[in-house]
Structure formats: C-alpha cells, structure tokens
C-alpha cells in the first residue's frame, strides 16, 4: 500500500475552472452549512467532500455534486445521555451571577473559550446541566482537555477484529464526546478539535503490526494508511453530524523540542525527538515527516472553513534554543504547501517565568511572521501568600491589557481559552488547582473581574473611535454637499 495512493486528492490551492452551482435548491454544501458558489468558477481548493470556491470573501461549494462517494457516508451518532438522570456535583451552586450581565464572550474582541476538564464522559464538564449553563452565558468556544485525544477515540477491540479480518483500517469510538458535541450545535457554541497527533495519549499498539502491543512494529505505509482512516472517520463524523461546530483543528501538538539531546535539528525546526525520558514514536517509527504528512491529510478532508492550527507549550523560550524561531521556521514549511491556518499558544505561565514581556515578544514575533495566533491553553499559577486572589488578579489584568495591547498594533489574536471552568474541580473528589476564573461554588473571581474590566474598558475605548470615525465621516460630507451646492449656485 503506497502511501502516494492516499493523498491522490490532496487539497491545493489551483485555478482550476469548475461549472457554478446552477441550482441552488439541490445545493450539496449546504448540509456543512456552506452555501454552493453563485457566479465564481474558480476552484480554490480542493477536499475529499468537494471543490469549493470563494464569494464576498466566505467559502462556497462548486459544482452540482460532491466528490464524496455516494456509500462512503459517516455514521450516525450513538446516543447521547438523559442530563436530567446525571447527579450533577454542582447543582448546589448559586449561579445567577454568572449567568447574568457580563458575559467574557460579549465583551471580548476575539472568541472566548473554556477549557472542559474530565477523562470520561462521567467526569465531563458538559455532564453537569449547572456547569452547562454557566458555558452557555460566559462562553462561545470550548475545548476537551482529553477526550478528543487518540487514546479516548480509538477502538482497540474493534481494531483487533479489523486485523483479524486482514484491515488496517482504525475502529473509532464517538461515545464521550457526542453530549457535548450536540450541546455545542444546540447553543451556537463552537469546540476546538484538540488533537489529532502528539507523542503522548496516542497508545502504542496503534503503531504495532496486528494492532497488538506484543508484536513489532508496523511500516511507515502501514502508519500513514491507518492515520488517513483515523482522520477521515473523526472528521468526516462531525462534519456530517456537528456541522459548523468544530471549525478549528490542533492538528499536531508539541512536535518542537529544544531541550539537548531530546530533538533533531536536522529538519531545521529542533524536531522532538525525545519527552521526559521516552522515545517519541511517531519520531521513531515515522520520522520527522510525519508532522507534514498529518498536516496534508487534515487538508484532504477538513472543510475549507475549518481552520490548522500547530499547537505547542513554552511558546515563547528562546533558551537553551530559540524554541518561538524553530515553530516560525516549521509553520514557514508548512504555509509553502498552504496546509496550516494558526499557531496555537498554550501559554502555561508560571509565577516569575515567563515574564510579561517574554510573553508579549512572542505574541509580536509570530504577528511579524504573519501568523494568526490561537491562545488556546491559558493557565497562570497561582500565587502563594494570604493575598493570592489579589495577586492573581494583577497577574491576569496585566497579561490581557497587552495582549490588547498588542491587537490594536495588529496582531491577529482570534480566541483565547482559558483551561478549565472552576477551582476545586467538582467532578474530582481531591481538586487543588486555584488557576481559574471561578471558584469551587462557580462563583466569580477577582481574576475573572479584572479580565472583565479590560474587556469593557477596551470595548468601550474602540466605541469612542468607531464614534469619532462617524462624525468625522459625517462632516466629510456635509463638506461635500455644502461645496456642491455652491458651485449649483454660481453657475
């Protein structure tokens, strides 16, 4: 099985001359929510699903039909829980605050999302109908922290049944993420697909002849077959059923190292090569080019609204090795190929370290790159000492007014998520993280009042310019009528 064969459709950027839609009643884009193109016919890109087009700067399908084969369609969701039947751990919780007024995502320029914490749908943050609500008010984007990874979505029994039966294709599992997938199309919520390929959660046997743990490994062909139907099958199911809900993929998370003796920096990029004392085994059994190849594949079958995204932590170290030049050098690959959208900035930020300002170079250095930047895993640990809400809240006021700062200068700054909803986790019976905007009651904190007030006092500064833009606009052309009429008079 020549991997060649695979990406026979791969998506590019072409000038290829499709026929329009003509009939747009029997439109086939239009169960992704995309309407089919009205007078264009150039093909801009080219997916699994279709070629599409763009109009007034929005994509648009080309042509009568899609080229999706007319039996290759995904299957249904399983369904989904009775939220009413769930002991919901917060529903002692008073959240009448929090659901009313300020709302993060009304008053932010970018979407705002929350990072939902939980290892299975019974831990879920979507499984407590309270902590549902509080999303639907303070929220417009969210993101699994775990169940969307490999480990949770791949079906072993069902990929040792493939094997048995002489297939590679992978078996996949949808059960722990379909409540929240159906939340998030019900309440105009959009959800980051997070992730399709890192060097952890992704299980060993995926990368074993058989899909058996015991046997050696598989040929690179073979990974890349089984990548192709992993990717295929997750997209093409929530494309199908969630359309319009996951328009934002990580397609490939922390592939940079710049640790010594940890990376390879053969590639040009200080490709990982090792974590925390163990193999990388996409580096091992694949190689470096796994990372393109992922990118490529995620091409193929994404829709061409759906926006890659690289993502990786420590965004912003530049020692023992420039780590912000190695993922700009990386992107720099994959943009020549058009295969990527964003960087995605986890930004776990310690007390002392990064400072503000190392931060911010980061933000600036990727803006001079011409990239659009994702914040999509915003932690700040929390101070110690008696006064550590007050400290935390300076600590959070100060990062969001230069990242303000930094989007009135012209970076790209599309969402920032904050990762996890409350302090003392309810789902978890020994939570101690203090980094979040709510606390154990899902009550506000001083954290999440200071982001609020430099969300309102730059959405209130922009009204003022938008104001003094108008009347200057207004005066403009009383000017231009006065000045007309004089020269009606005179002749």
Known sequence: MKYNTLLSILSVVSLVVAK?????????????????????????????????????????????????????????????????????????????????GDSLAKEAPFRFGV???????????????????V??????????????????????????KNAENGSEEMALKFDGIVDGLDFALKNNIHIRGHVLVWHKQTPDWFFRKGFNSENEFADVDTIYYRLESFIKQYLGFIQFNYPGVIDVWDVVNEAVEINDGSFDNSTGWYTRTMTENEESLWYKVVGPDY????FEIARKYALPNVKLVYNDYNTFQTYPHDKTQAI???????????????????????????????????IERFTEAGLEIQITELTITAPSGDDWLEKQAQQYGELFERIMEQIKKGANITSVTVFGLQDGYRFYSSDSTKTRLLDHDLQKKPNYEAIMKVLKSNKKENQKIDDKEKQNSKNKNSESESESSSEEEKN
């Open 328 to 362: 700009i050098d990386l992107i720099d690959i994959l943009r020549k190929d058009n295969l990527i959208d964003a960087i995605g900035m986890q930004s776990y930020i310690g007390v002392s370290w990064p400072s503000v300002d190392e931060y911010i170079r980061a």
């Open 115 to 133: 990072g939902l914490n939980g290892g299975a749908l019974s831990t879920s943050t979507t499984t407590s109908k309270t902590m549902r609500e």
């Open 291 to 294: 990372v393109k190849k992922t």
């Open 135 to 160: 999303i639907k008010y303070q929220f417009n984007s969210m993101t699994y922290t775990n169940i969307m990874k490999p480990e949770y979505i791949f079906d072993k029994e069902g990929c040792l």
């Open 20 to 100: 329009p839609t003509k009939n747009i009643k029997s439109c086939w884009s239009k169960k992704f929510n995309i309407p089919c193109c009205k007078s264009t016919k150039t093909v801009v890109r080219s997916t699994y699903d279709g070629e599409w087009g763009m109009e007034n700067g929005e994509w648009c399908g080309l042509g009568l039909k899609s080229t999706r084969p007319k039996d290759d369609i995904p299957p249904s969701p399983p369904a989904i829980i009775d939220i009413d039947s769930i002991n919901d751990p917060a529903a002692e919780c008073n959240i009448t605050d929090i659901t009313t």
